[in-house]
């Protein structure tokens, strides 16, 4: 990142809960030839931002098509990006006219929401999978566009966990700032801050370290409360504010932090279950053996490496079910609907399902998406 964008790193960073546009359209890193790899991507601000930093000192495109302003995974999770967003910035950018090699290299994380074969079947480009992160790019691209297997798996490391943390904690503070500052002065706006650092900062320092999973989550998130009140009465203590009308303040926002967390933790956090949707009747991966080929279109984007290819077999087997997310990406992309998802209670949700509707924002399957 170069020092006169970090203006707009930290603003995109602390507000990246909002959706936040980018124009859409063919855009040029270096001097791309008609041999330049084409890197599609959504129009999230802060991940175009990002992409282009990755490919400083490269040639290459970038096709950035219209994820509503949200970052891949979300968007292509939630509907947002689907292989028609693809297809209609293919068509419109003129990318065709640039290159010669035919190919689009899509982010693994949109795998969720766009359907590659479709894009071939549109537009005759070629589609195939690039990383599941960013950083990995430059290593995939050096290695002739393939991944490397440890390349598919998501993970989330502490720097972007503090991201995290600043995406909920500072708007936060900022809107309880407004309320309790003119009501309770600097001293308890003070104590508030330092319940709200306490609580979201360490949370995310240690979620991997956490049981936040079913029947965890509120003993989790009640034992971080109560340090983070323990931190703001010794702060009131010591400003000599230790009484009932600053604690009642601090005591609410302790509980205001914990439960906003309580959202993120449900669903919206990378690399952690999404239990939302699946909290008392929780899902798993199924896959029905007869119809499975072993085109392995599955293992390839799993972010969890649940999956793998049983050579002898040529068959896919699912190896590590502990470690699913439920994300759908590998139903989504099975070319025989092999795979779907089975509850506790026996129902079954079909690929077909899968791929006609996304998650609400309750988790729900209710978010159709055009055929
Ligand atoms: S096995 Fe689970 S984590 Fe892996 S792609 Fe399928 S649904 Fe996602």
């Known amino acids: 990142m170069r020092l006169h ?25 270096g001097h791309p030839g008609r041999d330049a790899p084409v890197l599609l991507t959504g129009n999230f601000t802060l991940t175009v931002r990002r992409l282009r930093d990755v490919l400083r000192g490269r ?33 419109t950018s003129g990318v065709a006219d640039q ?3 035919k190919e689009v290299i899509l982010p693994q994380l949109s795998a969720t929401g766009v359907e590659r074969r479709k894009i071939t079947e549109a537009t005759g480009f070629d589609t195939r999978w690039g990383p599941a992160r960013l950083e990995d790019l430059p290593a995939f691209l050096d290695r002739g566009r393939r991944v490397h297997k440890d390349e598919r798996k998501m993970r989330f ?50 979620l991997p370290w956490l049981k936040v ?10 034992a971080f409360t109560v340090l983070g009140f ?12 230790f009484t009932s009308g600053p604690m009642m303040w601090v005591g609410a926002s302790s509980l205001l932090s914990a439960g906003i967390l309580s959202a993120d933790l449900e669903g919206t956090t990378p690399s952690y279950g999404s239990y939302i949707n699946t909290f008392h009747n ?32 040529r068959k896919v087997a699912i190896a590590r079910p502990d470690q699913c997310i439920q994300c759908g990406a590998c139903v989504v992309q099975c070319p025989e609907s092999a795979l779907r998802f ?23 399957r209710t978010v159709p998406v055009p055929d």
């Open 59 to 91: 040639d290459a495109f970038i096709l950035v098509a219209d994820s509503r302003g949200i970052n891949v995974w979300c968007a292509a999770g939630g509907g947002h990006l689907t292989h028609h967003d693809v297809i209609s910035a293919i068509r």
């Open 342 to 364: 089975r509850y506790a209670d026996g129902s079954v949700v079909e690929a077909e399902t899968i791929r006609r509707t996304r998650m609400n924002m309750v988790g729900k």
């Open 5 to 29: 964008d970090l203006p707009a790193y930290v603003r995109d960073t602390v507000l990246r809960m909002l959706p936040h546009r980018t124009r859409t359209g063919l855009r040029r890193v």
């Open 213 to 222: 999973g079913p029947g965890w989550r509120w003993p989790t998130l009640g």
């Open 99 to 101: 290159v010669d090699r």
């Open 282 to 313: 929780p899902a798993s991966v199924d896959l029905v053996e007869e119809k499975c080929t072993g085109a392995a279109d599955c293992v390839q984007v799993c972010p969890r490496d649940v999956l793998q290819m049983d050579g002898k077999r």
């Open 157 to 206: 490391p502490f720097w972007e966990r503090m991201e995290m943390a600043a995406m909920w904690g500072v708007p936060t503070l900022v809107i309880g700032g407004l309320i309790v500052e003119p009501l309770g002065g600097l001293t308890v706006l003070a104590a508030v801050a330092a319940s709200l650092v306490t609580i979201v900062v360490g949370v995310f320092a240690l």
């Open 230 to 241: 323990g931190v703001a009465s010794v702060v009131l203590a010591l400003l000599g504010r």
